[in-house]
């Protein structure tokens, strides 16, 4: 069973950046689709991004087009967000999480492990 657990996040200010990555132990990362989510207080798990075992496709949720890239470095178990032009509402607890199916889904239920999630707090 692999176990994922999240780093990178903090206090950034409008505007700012952040890169969040996700280490992977345990299990075959390099077989898993995976995927960022992220939940703000009193809403629903949200998706992200994603992308495939081997990197080769990327997905993203529109409204994080152009200002989140997802990335992974397979041979270090590792998975990334970089997240730019940040604004208050992207405040919330990040997750990433694994698929072992190469299919796309931005549906949390799909996804069979989760890392406990960082913080990212945006201030204005």
């Known amino acids: 069973q692999v176990q994922l657990v999240e780093s990178g996040g903090g206090m950034v200010q409008a505007g700012g950046s952040l890169r969040l990555s996700c280490t992977a132990a345990?299990?075959?990362?390099?077989?898993?689709?995976m995927g960022w989510f992220r939940q703000a207080p009193g809403k629903e798990r949200e998706f992200l991004a994603a992308?495939?075992?081997?990197?080769?496709?990327?997905y993203y949720a529109n409204p994080m087009t152009g200002r989140f890239t997802i990335a992974r470095d397979n041979a270090n178990n590792i998975l990334y967000l970089q997240m730019n032009s940040l604004t208050p509402e992207d405040t919330a607890v990040y997750y990433c999480?694994?698929?072992?199916?190469?299919?796309?889904?931005?549906?949390?239920?799909?996804?069979?492990?989760w890392g406990q999630g960082t913080q990212v707090t945006v201030s204005s």
């Open positions: 999480a694994a698929r072992r199916y190469y299919s796309y889904s931005t549906d949390p239920s799909d996804y069979f492990a």
């Open positions: 345990g299990g075959t990362f390099n077989r898993y689709f």
């Open positions: 992308i495939t075992d081997n990197g080769g496709s990327t």
